[in-house]
């Protein structure tokens, strides 16, 4: 079998850096093993402009959130289906201080802070002693919608194979790659954690990350927005919200944690004055990184062998903008972002 572009991984990068070479006329084959607590899977799907308790902007969001809502809502109707709505953030503040922290940052974010109209409504539904700020606009993504109908297509044209990818069995040289009974121009990793093992990249400064959510069942909470205080609960499908989600910097593995359970329950116990039923736990690692800046092109000495990865907890926001410019560089060989492409530790990657 022959193609341009083997990619290994389905998850958010995988899936929309296939798409864009598809679009661009250009043969892949994607090899991906199905998981059912891969990063991408037990994301959240949001998208939110505001970052951290400082309240600043998220890097480069003004490029990168148009280009995400556009790029969401061609690939949905392409798909058939809505795959992003606007749901923005309900900030229950917990403190006296985040209240004074929300008012003295809301004058330098008057594009995206603002308290909501009518706060008041929200007391039928949350016990909360302070202000409520929000945030607007937000972005929600289908996730699992995204992913289980691009799977479809890609096993429609058959170009899906679904295996794990074993890299011993790869061949690969600067001029071409051979894996198995496939020949390729070049092979791409969009394999999240996994890409901290791969020997071409294993020198990159990636941060070992855990994230947790519980899946929970709130028949009566309005679905029209994200609502924050400690935990996020966010819309997830019917009448279920995700509630997390936490970053492990130090754990001794992947699996989900009675401690986390336990906090994020009693919270919503003290929280949320409508009954609740926890239904699931997932936990996952992410492919994060020391930067907070995505791996994206090509190694700068085996140049046959890409990489896109390293979005962290931002996947949703990051994946559509650069799987485009790293399509474009493949193509027509247009630049990557500084800052973004991953020719910036060639020192390190040459060792």
């Given at each position: 079998m022959?193609v341009d572009?083997?990619?290994?991984g389905?998850?958010i ?6 798409h ?15 998981k059912?607590?891969?990063?991408t899977?037990?994301?959240s799907?949001v ?15 003004e490029?990168?959130?148009p ?10 109707e392409?798909?058939g289906?809505?795959l992003?709505r606007?749901?923005?953030?309900l900030?229950f ?13 809301q004058?330098?974010e008057?594009e995206?802070?603002?308290?909501p109209q009518?706060?008041?409504q ?12 929000e945030?607007?606009?937000?972005w929600?993504?289908d996730?699992?919608t995204l992913l289980d109908?691009?799977?479809?297509s890609l096993?429609a ?8 990818f074993?890299l011993?069995?790869c061949q690969i040289?600067r001029e071409?790659?051979r894996?198995q ?5 070049k092979?791409?990793f969009?394999?999240?954690v996994a890409?901290?093992n791969?020997?071409?990249?294993k020198?990159?400064?990636y ?15 309005p679905r ?5 205080q400690?935990?996020t609960?966010?819309p ?7 509630v ?9 593995d ?7 359970r ?7 116990q003290h929280w949320v004055k ?9 936990a ?7 930067e907070?800046?995505?791996f994206?092109?090509l190694?700068?000495?085996?140049t046959?062998v890409?990489?896109f ?5 931002k ?8 799987a485009?410019?790293f399509?474009?560089?493949l193509?027509h060989g247009?630049?990557?972002l500084p800052?973004?492409d991953v020719r ?8």
């Amino acid at each position: 079998m022959q193609v341009d572009y083997i990619i290994v991984g389905q998850g958010i990068c995988g899936s929309f850096l296939s798409h864009e070479l598809i679009k661009a006329g250009r043969s892949v084959l994607v090899i991906d093993e199905s998981k059912p607590f891969s990063s991408t899977k037990v994301a959240s799907g949001v998208i939110n402009p505001i970052t951290g308790r400082r309240m600043v902007r998220t890097w480069e969001i003004e490029t990168l959130m148009p280009y995400a809502v556009a790029a969401y809502q061609a690939w949905g109707e392409e798909l058939g289906v809505e795959l992003i709505r606007q749901c923005n953030i309900l900030d229950f503040h917990p403190t006296p201080q985040m209240v004074l922290a929300f008012a003295e940052r809301q004058p330098f974010e008057q594009e995206y802070l603002r308290h909501p109209q009518n706060p008041d409504q929200w007391k039928q539904f949350f016990t909360y002693d302070f202000t409520i700020g929000e945030v607007d606009p937000c972005w929600l993504i289908d996730l699992h919608t995204l992913l289980d109908k691009w799977r479809a297509s890609l096993q429609a044209q058959q170009i899906l194979r679904e295996d794990a990818f074993v890299l011993e069995e790869c061949q690969i040289t600067r001029e071409a790659v051979r894996y198995q009974d496939i020949q390729a121009q070049k092979i791409i990793f969009c394999d999240g954690v996994a890409g901290f093992n791969n020997p071409y990249f294993k020198n990159l400064p990636y941060a070992r990350n855990k994230g947790q959510a519980l899946i929970v069942r709130i028949p009566d909470l309005p679905r029209s927005n994200i609502f924050k205080q400690s935990f996020t609960l966010v819309p997830w499908r019917e009448d279920l919200f995700w509630v997390g989600s936490t970053y492990e910097w130090n754990f001794t593995d992947t699996n989900p944690s009675p401690d986390f359970r336990n906090k994020a329950e009693a919270h919503l116990q003290h929280w949320v004055k409508l009954p609740f039923e926890t239904l699931d736990h997932l936990a996952a690692e992410r492919p994060a990184n020391m930067e907070r800046r995505p791996f994206v092109g090509l190694h700068p000495v085996t140049t046959s062998v890409g990489l896109f990865n390293g979005m962290g907890t931002k996947g949703c926001s990051l994946s559509p903008y650069f799987a485009t410019e790293f399509a474009n560089y493949l193509v027509h060989g247009t630049p990557i972002l500084p800052q973004a492409d991953v020719r910036r530790f060639t020192k390190i990657l040459s060792r």
